[in-house]
């Protein structure tokens, strides 16, 4: 049973912190991996996806890839209380399917 | 564009009754995904067509969940009959690539009494 494990938190951070998430997945065959902000109430929204292993940086967000290590985080710099949300953390396999964690839920302490 | 589009946003039906779904993907997406949330747990993978082909439908739950996309385009999810387990939010998602970015709909959010 292929498994991706999140810390459900509640993450407190204060604002202007840089706020780390962290991911494990059980396949070591998977291939494409994502980021996803889900507000209370509302669908996923996808904000980062890295497919190598390394860093990979957009605007206040980095992905952290490693293989080996079967480990995915993501750093949120000058975090803002427009970040409160949970994070849900979702792995792409071979056979193409996406699993997802169950979320860690952010909260930026104003 | 038109992202994806999910219908009804809420359905409240018996238990036993038949409740169907509808997903409208983002255009040229031959990707679409069918996901569930239910309270409290993760956002469980039921089934993936590629245009209007299954390519799994692994996490289905049983025979009651009956999926389609006639003509690749928009989908339906059936549930026949309603259990009460079966309430939870029905999430579609689109990507153009296999395993690729996955936009998503608004959710049906289907409640079973």
């Known amino acids: 049973q292929k498994e991706v494990e999140q810390n459900s938190g509640p993450l407190s951070v204060p604002e202007g912190a840089i706020a780390s998430l962290n991911c494990t997945y059980s396949?070591?065959?998977?291939?494409?991996f994502f980021w996803y902000r889900q507000y209370s109430g509302k669908s996923p929204e996808l904000i980062m996806f890295i497919y190598s292993n390394g860093d990979k940086e957009d605007g206040r967000f980095t992905a952290q890839l490693n293989k080996a290590s079967q480990y995915v985080s993501l750093l949120i710099r000058d975090s803002q209380p427009s970040d409160s949300a949970t994070y849900l953390c979702?792995?792409?396999?071979?056979?193409?399917?996406?699993?997802f964690g169950k979320g860690t839920r952010l909260h930026i302490l104003p | 564009e038109a992202g994806v589009t999910q219908f009804p946003s809420h359905s409240v039906i018996e238990k036993g009754q038949t409740v169907t779904l509808r997903c409208d993907p983002i255009?040229?997406?031959?990707?679409l995904y069918w996901y569930r949330r239910v309270m409290g747990k993760e956002i469980k993978f039921l089934l993936h067509?590629?245009?209007?082909?299954?390519?799994?439908e692994s996490g289905m739950p049983n025979n009651r969940f009956l999926a389609e996309r006639t003509g690749g385009t928009y989908s339906t999810l059936k549930v026949q009959p309603a259990e009460l387990e079966d309430s939870g939010v029905y999430f579609c998602?689109?990507?153009?690539?296999?395993?690729?970015?996955?936009?998503f709909g608004e959710g049906s959010r289907l409640t079973v009494l």
């Open positions: 067509f590629v245009k209007e082909s299954k390519q799994d």
């Open positions: 998602a689109s990507s153009q690539a296999r395993a690729g970015e996955l936009f």
């Open positions: 979702a792995v792409g396999g071979r056979d193409d399917k996406i699993i």
């Open positions: 396949d070591r065959g998977s291939q494409s």
């Open positions: 255009s040229g997406h031959d990707n």
